[in-house]
Nanobody, 116 residues
């Protein structure tokens, strides 16, 4: 059974940091490109960051470049999103996504709220 379980969300003040984790099971994690998406109320889901399989190349949305870092640990079947210098506009539900050819899996998401 495929599972993607996110954790690490919560309430943080502007300028603060959070580290999200997504633990995967039920598929060959190292084959899959992994991504983090977010969706804020009333807005469309957007790609935040992605990391490829094998060479772990990364790409980021312009809005988070220089503040967020995506990484993966294939030994632990886990992908991370380190979020620094958080802003109120980063408030959203963050979901991880796995893709390999036609195979696509989504996690349930974790809420991140940036507010004073």
């Amino acid at each position: 059974q495929v599972q993607l379980v996110e954790s690490g969300g919560g309430l943080v003040q502007p300028g603060g940091s959070l580290r999200l984790s997504c633990a995967a099971s039920g598929f060959t994690f190292r084959w899959y490109a992994m991504s983090w998406y977010r969706q804020a109320p009333g807005k469309e889901r957007e790609l935040v960051a992605a990391v490829s399989s094998t060479v772990s190349s990364t790409n980021y949305a312009d809005s988070v470049k220089g503040r967020f870092t995506i990484s993966r640990d294939d030994a632990k079947n886990t992908v991370y999103l380190q979020m620094n210098s958080l802003k109120p506009e980063d408030t959203a539900v963050y979901c991880c996504h796995a893709t390999w050819y036609e195979n696509n899996y989504w996690g349930q998401g974790t809420q991140v709220t940036v507010s004073s």
